[in-house]
């Protein structure tokens, strides 16, 4: 999806996980800015987090760049350790920084952490 402006996730309701993930370890993420928003008097940046609809803990951060669109970025992040399974939302906040275009864009993904000794079942 593009032109996604709403927080948490684009308006997009929570849908069953569609990965599950081992918490405490580093991931590589891809995402996808669908056009290209970058402002060379004040770049933005990437906003990587997880939680619920109602509460993200940040987990990452990564520079605009100036890219042709669409553009494919790979990012690693912690995911958080749990000692349970853990079901939630991987969200992705593209902050513009450009007067021109709309503040933010979410992207979001249903996602499970697993504890890091196995999952618990």
């Known amino acids: 999806d593009c032109g996604l402006t709403t927080g948490p996730c684009g308006g997009r309701a929570h849908g069953p996980a569609l990965l599950a993930v081992p918490g405490g370890e580093s991931v590589n993420i891809t995402f996808q800015k669908n056009l290209n928003h970058f402002n060379g008097d004040k770049p933005g940046h990437f906003a990587v987090a ?7 803990e940040p987990i990452g951060m990564m520079p605009d760049s100036n890219t042709t669109s669409p553009w494919l970025y790979e990012f690693p992040v912690e995911v ?6 853990e079901v ?3 969200q992705v906040i593209y902050v513009t920084s450009n007067p021109n ?16 000794h196995g999952p618990d079942f």
């Open 80 to 85: 958080p350790k749990v000692e349970k399974r």
């Open 101 to 116: 275009a709309p503040a933010m864009f979410y992207q979001c993904a249903d996602i499970e952490i697993l504890p890091s």
């Open 50 to 56: 997880f939680g619920t609809e109602t509460k993200m």
């Open 88 to 90: 939630g939302v991987l």
